[in-house]
């Protein structure tokens, strides 16, 4: 793959599950846990891994405080059987711009892998000075954790050698100033002028053979987008209805119970004969409002959270799908260029030949001999150093285009994996995500059930006299 840092590869030898597990529940066996299953059913485009990496980030401490550099540090941890790391239980701490700089290297090494995202850096905690409360920071370290969890499941990036050292080495910055040094990438960057460029000439531009196989998975990322954008919209809405924290809004039912239970209890205190009962129910009523209130922050919350996180990871996708296209719109660019350089040096070749008719003279050629003639570069002579220089062009242009055809053709052969890596991704993460608001919810009605099941005796028992 492109990137690829050949000494990190070459003693892999490649084994692929055909339904891979990720629970990172490592498995007993001779060769160690991990991915780890027969190859007969596998196909050339299907992900392969090696082995199995846990990940973890844990510990949030803030480091020079008092200071105006103060600043978090995390503690990273991970255990792994792959041949690359040292040790099978490594860590380390680091801070978010190591974070960054580990995102940032993998893009630009691995530009065909879907990297995920990080949470964002520009939040209002920054602007409001209160980016060191912990309510922040353990935000800020699960945003992390599932930042890693998601390059762990990865089989190409989980073996980078920049992944090994953020987890192993004691000189991470000695090791950032080599890797920017002595990138593994052996092509060198595009200046900011190509970048310019070649957006303005593909700002319209479309691929003009479109492959189904990738128009269907655009087409399957807009529909699993579209779906993420609702499921967000929709929870939102239960969540600020529940207990949105403003209880002037009128539609926090959070506050709504807790204002039921202290009418009821004013109701005790009018009707001296059944006070204690009244008492009670305005009791359980303040409970389930607390419930309400606790399951908003434990599941809601971390769902709605866990939800754009995914949608961001999928922004990834879409990315390198993208990315993809424009590979194959370099290939087409390049063809249809090299087919008008030869049309041009043929035609040329066909005036000097006397056979200028048969060359299919266009309106364009026309006027660009007429310019020729009024120039007086119209004779056979500078025609013939005009052929040469084509000649070379075209020669350089055929090469062009043939590693543009072969670059087009390995990026899809490595967007199809993608794919499918992405697709395992997605689908483990729907079921933790899931499973984890349908515990929450599952503890929520149980409790409040045990919490009415024990005042429905006292209510029944209530008898108002006439």
């Not at 579209?226 to 239960?238: A, I, M, N, P, T």
């Not at 949608?311 to 370099?330: F, I, P």
């Not at 299919?360 to 056979?380: F, P, T």
Request: proline fraction near 5%; glycine fraction near 6%; hydrophobic fraction near 35%.
């Amino acid at each position: 793959m492109l990137g690829d840092d050949e000494d990190v590869f070459d003693s892999v030898t490649w084994e692929s599950p055909n339904a891979p597990s990720y629970d990172n529940t490592p498995q007993d066996g001779p060769s160690g846990p991990g991915f780890r299953q027969s190859t007969d059913t596998d196909g050339p485009n299907d992900p392969k891994w090696e082995g199995y990496l846990i990940t973890s980030v844990s510990d949030p401490v803030k480091e020079l405080a008092e200071t105006k550099d103060a600043y978090v540090s995390y503690l990273v941890s991970a255990q792994t059987n792959l041949r690359i790391f040292s040790t099978q239980n490594v860590s380390s701490r680091r801070r978010f711009q190591d974070f960054v700089f580990l995102r940032e290297n993998l893009v630009r090494d691995f530009p065909a892998c879907v990297v995920p995202a990080l949470p964002d850096k520009h939040r209002l905690e920054y602007i409001t000075g209160d980016r060191f409360s912990p309510e922040f920071m353990e935000r800020r370290r699960l945003d992390l954790h599932r930042f890693l969890q998601r390059l762990a499941r990865h089989p190409t990036l989980q073996r980078s050698t920049l992944v090994r050292a953020f987890f192993e080495s004691t000189e991470w910055h000695v090791h950032m100033h080599q890797h920017m040094a002595h990138p593994p990438g052996l092509e060198p960057s595009p200046g900011i002028i190509d970048n310019i460029s070649d957006t303005l000439l593909n700002a319209f531009a479309r691929v003009r053979k479109p492959d189904d196989r990738f128009l269907s998975m655009r087409e399957s990322v807009d529909q699993f987008e579209e779906g993420l954008v609702l499921s967000e919209r929709l929870w939102s809405r239960v969540r600020n209805r529940t207990s949105d924290g403003n209880p002037e809004s009128g539609e926090d039912l959070t506050a709504d119970y807790h204002d039921l239970a202290v009418a009821v209890q004013g109701l005790g205190f009018l009707e001296s004969g059944i006070t204690d009962p009244l008492n009670h129910f305005s009791n359980t009523l303040l409970e389930f409002s607390a419930l309400l209130r606790h399951t908003t922050q434990t599941t809601t919350d971390p769902f709605l959270v866990h939800l754009h996180s995914l949608l961001t990871y999928s922004h990834a996708n879409r990315a390198v799908l993208k990315l993809r296209d424009q590979k194959q719109l370099d290939f087409e660019e390049l063809s249809d260029y090299l087919s008008g350089v030869t049309s041009e040096r043929d035609r040329l070749a066909a005036i000097i030949s006397g056979h200028a008719g048969s060359s299919g003279l266009g309106l364009g050629s026309y006027l660009k001999d007429r310019v020729d003639a009024l120039r007086g570069a119209d004779d056979d002579r500078s025609r013939v150093e005009k052929m040469r220089k084509l000649d070379i062009k075209i020669k350089e242009l055929q090469d062009a285009v043939t590693t543009a055809h072969e670059t087009s053709d390995a990026f899809s052969d490595e967007t199809l994996r993608e794919q499918a890596i992405f697709q395992y991704a997605k689908e483990a993460e729907m079921k933790e995500m899931l499973g984890n608001l349908a515990d929450g919810q599952i503890e929520f009605y149980k409790s409040a059930m045990e919490e009415f099941e024990r005042i429905i005796p006292m209510v029944q028992r209530i008898r108002v006299h006439p």
